[in-house]
């Protein structure tokens, strides 16, 4: 393939408003090298964290002018040397790239490539990545969740929360989840939450000790954890753990309560280098092929109103499912 073809991407030479993601019709489509792939991108995730790089807001922030993006799903176009794992043609999905998934063509290395299961299409591939290996990660590495437990899953119609839902559901989990529209009650309850709560409405976090009986939980998936932590820390069980997904700035807590149920605050973030990958896409295929894993794409929008997704993702009063861009 030549290396002067062209391709659509979006691009962001200075950090700022949304504004900033500017489509570009002339970029040059990039050239795997050793263990990378090139695939042709039907569809990229839009999570929230690209919000913050693309503000500047984030600790690391990429070289400009960059391309985000990192859950692709697509077809493999070629491989570089010593790729082994998939071959041109293998329809795929990634938790990472190197070029980054706005756009037509995107490069990412061979362990950050993943088949995708026949029985999911495009959208679903673009919904897997970071939801649900983030999902993994805090659930099982970090809360070592048990069956039995009680899990709360804050934000649990977004793609994070979907993610821990069905995720927590096949682990053995009872799962309560929080969502701020009826509608996005009703679409956790439908991927495995037993019982939903609306964290809009006054006192809803007396409804989940209510649920509980005055225990509490044993694990809370949080995902604004700037707004929700200090009412978190009260909610859980003795011993009980908070898992920290999502931030937007600082928040205030009293450290006794803490103390008083020897409970924990666990920070979770995903890398490209977190050992357990292998571990979590073996379980992760088991779930597509068992039938329990089942991403939920919600809005989708074209390549070209990415900016527009940037706004809606921050905006938006209730969260249903993973937000996509398709070329």
Same mark, same amino acid.
């Given at each position: 393939?030549?290396?002067?073809?062209?391709?659509?991407?979006?691009?962001?030479?200075?950090?700022?408003?949304?504004?900033?993601?500017?489509?570009?019709?002339?970029?040059?489509? !990039?050239?795997?090298?050793?263990?990378?792939?090139?695939?042709?991108?039907?569809?990229?995730?839009?999570?929230?964290?690209?919000? @913050?790089?693309?503000?500047?807001?984030?600790?690391?922030?990429?070289?400009?002018?960059?391309? !985000?993006?990192?859950?692709?799903?697509?077809?493999?176009? *070629?491989?570089?040397?010593?790729?082994?794992?998939?071959?041109?043609?293998?329809?795929?999905?990634?938790? %990472?790239?190197?070029?980054?998934?706005?756009?037509?063509?995107?490069?990412?290395?061979?362990?950050?490539? @993943?088949?995708?299961? %026949?029985?999911?299409?495009?959208?679903?591939? $673009?919904?897997?990545?970071?939801?649900?290996?983030?999902? @993994?990660?805090?659930?099982?590495?970090?809360?070592?969740?048990?069956?039995?437990?009680? =899990?709360?899953?804050?934000? $649990?119609?977004?793609?994070?929360?979907?993610? +821990?839902?069905? &995720?927590?559901?096949?682990?053995?989990?009872?799962?309560?989840?929080?969502?701020?529209? !009826?509608?996005?009650?009703?679409?956790?309850?439908?991927?495995?939450?037993?019982? *939903?709560?609306?964290?809009?409405?006054?006192?809803?976090? /007396?409804?989940?000790?209510? $649920?509980?009986?005055?225990?509490?939980? /044993?694990?809370?998936?949080? #995902?604004?954890?700037?707004?929700?932590?200090?009412?978190?820390?009260?909610?859980?069980?003795?011993?009980?753990? =908070?898992?920290?997904?999502?931030?937007?700035?600082?928040?205030?807590?009293?450290?006794?309560?803490?103390? +008083?149920?020897?409970?924990?605050?666990?920070?979770?973030?995903? *890398? =490209?280098?977190?050992?357990?990958?292998?571990?979590?896409?073996? &379980?992760?295929?088991?779930?597509?092929? +068992?039938?329990?894993?089942?991403?939920?794409?919600?809005?989708?929008?074209?390549?070209?109103?990415?900016?527009?997704?940037?706004?809606?993702?921050? /905006?938006?009063?209730?969260?249903?499912?993973? #937000?996509?861009?398709?070329?």
């Amino acid at each position: 393939m030549s290396g002067s073809k062209l391709m659509r991407a979006i691009t962001v030479s200075e950090f700022g408003a949304p504004s900033v993601l500017k489509l570009c019709s002339g970029v040059t489509v !990039p050239q795997p090298g050793h263990r990378q792939v090139l695939i042709r991108v039907h569809a990229c995730g839009v999570n929230p964290v690209e919000t @913050y790089i693309r503000a500047g807001t984030y600790p690391r922030k990429p070289t400009l002018p960059y391309t !985000p993006g990192s859950d692709v799903a697509g077809v493999v176009e *070629t491989v570089g040397e010593g790729v082994t794992a998939v071959k041109v043609g293998d329809r795929v999905f990634t938790t %990472s790239t190197v070029s980054g998934g706005y756009a037509e063509y995107a490069v990412a290395t061979d362990d950050c490539v @993943y088949k995708l299961h %026949s029985a999911l299409d495009f959208t679903h591939g $673009a919904a897997i990545g970071i939801p649900y290996f983030t999902a @993994y990660r805090a659930l099982v590495h970090k809360a070592h969740a048990k069956a039995g437990e009680t =899990v709360l899953i804050h934000g $649990a119609s977004g793609g994070v929360g979907i993610a +821990a839902c069905q &995720l927590s559901r096949a682990l053995g989990l009872r799962v309560l989840g929080t969502a701020g529209t !009826p509608e996005g009650m009703k679409l956790a309850l439908k991927n495995g939450a037993h019982l *939903t709560f609306n964290h809009r409405e006054e006192g809803y976090t /007396d409804k989940i000790m209510e $649920a509980t009986e005055g225990r509490g939980v /044993d694990v809370i998936v949080e #995902m604004l954890s700037n707004v929700n932590l200090s009412k978190d820390l009260q909610m859980l069980a003795y011993e009980g753990r =908070v898992l920290i997904v999502g931030s937007r700035g600082p928040i205030e807590i009293n450290p006794r309560d803490s103390m +008083a149920k020897e409970s924990s605050i666990i920070g979770v973030l995903l *890398t =490209v280098a977190s050992p357990e990958k292998k571990e979590s896409a073996a &379980l992760l295929y088991a779930g597509m092929e +068992a039938g329990w894993l089942r991403p939920v794409a919600g809005v989708q929008y074209p390549l070209e109103k990415a900016a527009q997704a940037h706004q809606d993702i921050i /905006d938006c009063p209730g969260a249903a499912g993973k #937000m996509v861009l398709t070329m």
